[in-house]
């Protein structure tokens, strides 16, 4: 099946810094990816859709300029924490699809991000 | 607006214990509705869906039948595996196939030996 690479696993950093995570489809070509958050106990929340080659779309209430998404090739999209802050630690998972009739997506295993 | 609800965890069974884990909805329109499983350390993947009522999504001895009368979509299986133990989240999508999944919480089984 379709496999989609997310890396790292975990990061902690301090606040302030900015993190960027990485998203590979790797075995099929990406046309659409999309980037969720989880809280402890909480759903998945989808934070924005990117198609390859334009802008991503934000959901309400997530910030774009906070969460910078990239998605320059059909295989890797990345999302940046700028200057991360406590409350944005969390589980940020991301997932791609290559469109077709069922456009089914094919998540990451998630990142774990703690801000100290 | 739309949502799911499924059954809070963790759920803790013996092998070879019946399973049935809880999924309702709320929708506008007629959404398309799946089970995602999340093994220990890798990424989501579909387990199985149904597209319309009464529609029953079966996979590797897992089922789950689209009730809309009752808004459920309840996951089952007859006999669980120690290898069944995940996550498993419950998930909706409006929209056709471009629209976007809404996830339940996610409910984590135990299969103990």
């Known amino acids: 099946g379709a496999v989609v690479s997310q890396h790292p696993s975990r990061v902690i950093c301090k606040s302030g810094t900015s993190v960027k995570i990485e998203c590979r489809s790797l075995?099929?070509?990406?046309?659409?990816m999309f980037w969720y958050r989880q809280f402890p106990k909480q759903s998945l929340m989808l934070m924005a859709t990117?198609?390859?080659?334009?802008?991503?779309?934000?959901e309400q209430g997530v910030e774009k300029d906070k969460f910078l998404i990239n998605h320059a090739s059909l295989t890797l999209s990345t999302l940046t924490v700028t200057s991360a802050h406590p409350e944005d630690s969390s589980f940020y998972i991301c997932?791609?699809?290559?469109?077709?009739?069922?456009?089914?997506?094919?998540f990451g295993a998630g990142t774990r991000l703690s801000v100290l | 607006g739309n949502s799911v609800t499924q059954m809070e965890g963790p759920v803790t069974l013996s092998e070879e214990a019946f399973l049935t884990i809880n999924c309702t909805y709320t929708?506008?329109?007629?959404?398309?509705l799946f089970w995602y499983v999340q093994y220990p350390g890798e990424g989501l993947q579909l387990l199985l869906k149904?597209?319309?009522?009464?529609d029953k999504g079966s996979n590797k001895g897992f089922e789950a039948t689209y009730r809309k009368e009752t808004t459920s979509f309840h996951l089952e299986k007859g006999s669980v595996q120690v290898s069944d133990s995940a996550v498993y989240f419950c998930?909706?999508?409006?929209?056709?196939?471009?629209?976007?999944?809404?996830f339940g919480k996610g409910t984590k089984l135990s299969v103990k030996p």
């Open positions: 149904a597209t319309k009522a009464d």
């Open positions: 929708a506008t329109g007629y959404p398309s």
């Open positions: 990117s198609n390859e080659g334009s802008k991503a779309t934000y």
């Open positions: 997932s791609a699809s290559f469109g077709g009739s069922q456009n089914i997506q094919y």
């Open positions: 075995d099929f070509q990406a046309t659409t």
């Open positions: 998930a909706l999508r409006v929209g056709g196939s471009q629209g976007n999944l809404i």
